[in-house]
């Protein structure tokens, strides 16, 4: 299994942390698909990472799907470190400083220690707090989302979680309906 780091807003890490988000749909490995979304017809998963998307007329794509059951999740967010490490990069501060105390910015204001904010990007699975394990992935359209889907993403409601995507999403909103794979996990 491997370790994937996922980048999320800070206002989605509380949900993460607390319970009330499991699940993100995530567009990763699905860019030739999402050429023409509506081309596609089906997705089916065969083994490991391996998906077949079938086309309306029947033809057969085999695409390798960048996540899978039982790998270990890493939220990566927004994070600063003390500033005397403002000028370094990230690998270099987990390398000489493991244990460097990090300031996250979802937990609110800054303190007077923390150095320049960094972005969720740039985060280190070992500067990450919130890891979770993947209990399932599937392939579906966007607009497949249920309620129950809204809720498993944090939001009240399908309609909350669409204006968020599309915050998001430039291109590929949801009115694209595009395909998407969706995680699943528990807290580890």
Request: positive net charge; contains cysteine.
């Amino acid at each position: 299994m491997s370790d994937i780091g996922l980048m999320f807003c800070q206002d989605l890490i509380p949900k993460i942390m607390d319970g009330t988000k499991t699940e993100t749909r995530r567009l990763k490995g699905l860019k030739l698909i999402n050429e023409a979304p509506d081309f596609w017809v089906s997705a089916k998963h065969l083994e490991g990472n391996l998906w077949q998307m079938t086309s309306r007329n029947g033809y057969p794509r085999i695409i390798n799907c960048p996540y899978k059951v039982g790998d270990q999740m890493y939220c990566k967010e927004t994070w600063a470190v003390d500033e005397l490490w403002d000028d370094y990069k990230p690998s270099y501060i987990a390398y000489i400083d493991p244990g460097a105390t990090v300031w996250y910015m979802a937990d609110g204001e800054k303190p007077s220690w923390a150095g320049r904010t960094r972005s969720a990007m740039f985060m280190t699975k070992r500067f990450a707090r919130t890891w979770r394990e993947l209990t399932d992935v599937r392939c579906e359209r966007l607009w497949d989302m249920t309620d129950d889907g809204a809720k498993a993403e944090g939001f009240a409601s399908v309609e909350a979680f669409k204006n968020k995507w599309d915050s998001l999403n430039k291109k590929h909103p949801w009115s694209s309906n595009c395909w998407v794979f969706v995680l699943d996990w528990r807290t580890k």
